[in-house]
Each structure stands twice: as structure tokens, then as C-alpha cells.
């Protein structure tokens, strides 16, 4: 899949900051389309801070069975700091990369972390999905900034996220009894879509399924690396390690 290249990625921190601040301008924080969703993606990145290695994947569902269609993973280098809030600098690269090796362009991408729900209102959904032009939905595990009040034990209740007096996204129980999630706008969506996208995705888990798929592919690919050496550039090997991941199987993979 192809996507944009807004500015280069040999940037300091300091740099970084003020890209967010010039791009958060375009974002675009309602529905880019009143159709219904036939496809959604989930997106993962996962690394240990102190090494250098990025693993990423994305999967592409079909709506509304939530059948797996498309995916991809890769292992690759980063050349960005662990600095939080600005994440996605580091991460990003990662997800271009995998989002190259798709197949199928999904009507819908969810992100494993915030979007507008930002110190700087430009979370790695926001960056995301300006790069893929794309509607793109943050939904992070906990809060990054702001203030809130816990939603009622009902699936499906939701409570404002208030970061300097404005509400920057939804916490919402994607499931009764357990822990929210935390739900803002990533690009070309509003955030009542992107809260219904996101428990439309989670019929059964907390988390929803693109993410919880892209989550446990990320993982097996970490298994598979750590099965043998890796290379110096980290990308000869993605396509063996993909079909290591994928039973050989690109297409309608299981992910049980």
C-alpha cells in the first residue's frame, strides 16, 4: 500500500516536536464517509526500549464477521529515541514498512495508542493517518494526559477524556466489569465513529480484534526471531519470518 511522505525521519526531539505542532493542523477530526465500513485493520508495534529493533504487523478483518483477510509483519531498525509523546517517530517507520506489504487497503485502521488524546494533539493514530490518508481510530490500553471519571460497569459506557478543559476522547468499557479503554480520534473521523468502531471490533475481548490480532502476530514474530540470529539491516529476513508467522498462509490466516 502506498502512503505519503510528509518529512523526513532523521529528525532530533526537538525537531520532532515542532513537525507535531505544524502537522496537527491537518488532521481532520470528522467522518470522512458516511458509508459503512466493509474492512478494519488493526496495528501493533512492539520493541524493547533499550534495543534498537522494532517489530510491527498490521491485519486487515472483514466486517462484520471479523474473518481475517490480509497481514502483514516485519522486524526493522529504528534510529528515533524512547521519548515519550513523541512515540511515533520511533514506531512509525515500522508501520510504514509493514504497511508496504499489504495487499488489501482496509476502510479503517486501529491503532495500538493514542491519537488526538495527546500532550500535542498528535498521538502516533493522528500521525498515522495523515501518512496513509486514511480514517484512523486511537485506542490505547491507558491514559497518556488528562482526566477522567470512570464509565459506568456496563459495556458500552463511556466517560469524557478531559485534557486543558476539552475532551480529547472517550474512556469506554468495551466489556462489562473490565478495565477501559481509551478511545480518541486518529484522522478523518469523528470521535462518536471511532468509540462505534471500536465497539463493533470488540464483540468478545477487551481489546478490540484488529488490535488483539496485529497484537498476537507482533508476538510470534518475536518468537520466531528469537529462534535464530537476526541480520544487520533487519529486513532480509522479514519474508521468511512472515511465513514463519503465517503458516505459509498470506491469505485468511489463523490467528487462534
Not at 495500538?112 to 493522528?126: L, N, S, T, V
Request: hydrophobic share 40%; with cysteine; aromatic share 6%.
Amino acid at each position: 500500500m502506498r502512503y505519503r511522505r510528509l518529512h523526513a525521519w532523521d529528525v532530533t526531539p526537538r525537531e520532532a516536536i515542532r513537525l507535531q505542532e505544524r502537522l496537527r493542523g491537518r488532521v481532520v477530526v470528522r467522518d470522512d464517509s458516511s458509508r459503512a465500513l466493509r474492512t478494519v485493520a488493526g496495528m501493533d508495534v512492539s520493541y524493547d526500549r533499550r534495543s534498537p529493533w522494532i517489530f510491527a504487523a498490521v491485519v486487515v478483518l472483514r466486517l462484520p464477521t471479523l474473518e481475517p483477510i490480509d497481514g502483514a509483519a516485519v522486524r526493522t531498525r529504528t534510529g528515533f529515541p524512547y521519548v515519550p509523546g513523541l512515540l511515533s517517530f520511533r514506531e512509525s517507520p515500522a508501520g510504514l514498512a509493514v504497511w508496504e506489504r499489504l495487499r488489501t487497503r482496509p476502510d479503517c485502521l486501529l491503532c495500538d495508542g493514542h491519537g488526538y488524546a495527546h500532550p500535542r494533539r498528535f498521538g502516533f493514530a493522528c500521525h498515522f493517518g495523515l501518512l496513509v490518508d486514511l480514517p484512523t481510530v486511537g485506542c490505547a490500553k491507558s491514559v497518556l494526559a488528562g482526566e477522567f471519571r470512570e464509565p459506568d460497569e456496563k459495556r458500552g459506557s463511556l466517560s469524557d477524556l478531559m485534557l486543558d478543559g476539552e475532551a480529547v476522547g472517550a474512556v469506554v468499557r468495551t466489556r462489562d466489569g473490565t478495565r477501559p479503554v481509551f478511545v480518541s480520534v486518529g484522522h478523518k473521523v469523528s470521535l462518536r465513529r471511532a468509540v462505534e468502531t471500536v465497539l463493533m471490533c470488540s464483540p468478545t475481548y477487551r481489546i478490540p480484534e484488529p488490535i488483539r490480532q496485529a497484537h498476537a502476530l507482533v508476538n510470534r514474530l518475536r518468537r520466531v526471531e528469537r529462534s535464530g540470529p537476526g541480520d544487520e539491516d533487519g529486513t532480509a529476513r522479514n519474508a521468511s519470518l512472515e511465513e514463519a508467522v503465517w503458516g505459509g498462509r498470506r491469505a485468511q490466516p489463523s490467528l487462534s
